[in-house]
């Protein structure tokens, strides 16, 4: 990502492949490349989301979010990223659900590593 004040952005170009699996399973995935400007290295980025309802109902979800700097003009600065969040999802009402999610580093080269608890709303139209 940018540094705070930076000017200017990145562009994504992103392909997404998506498959249900019989009743209430389904897989996703995500694959582009992430253009980025002021000398950043452009980026490789690959998403892959699994979920199911086969927990008594309860929709669950497993993803990996994966990045691979490229830049072959400047290999000081490559760095790599693999991350893994786990996630539930609660019914609260008939068109609402609490999703709790837990992310973690799985691998990384030359990037921090990381570990969030979060919790977001989901509301069906």
Known sequence: ????????????????????IGEGAFVELSAGMRHRGDNASDEIRVDLTAGSDFLFGTPVMAQTYSVWAVDSD????SYTGHRFQASLL???????????????????????????????????F
């Open 74 to 77: 400047r290999p000081h600065v």
């Open 90 to 124: 609660l019914p609260t009402s008939g068109k609402s659900m609490v999703q709790i999610s837990a992310l973690t580093t799985v691998n990384q080269q030359r990037m921090s590593e990381e570990f969030a608890v979060t919790a977001s709303i989901w509301r069906s």
């Open 1 to 20: 990502n940018q540094a705070f004040g930076a000017r200017g952005g990145d562009v994504d170009t992103r392909l997404l492949v998506g498959r249900s």
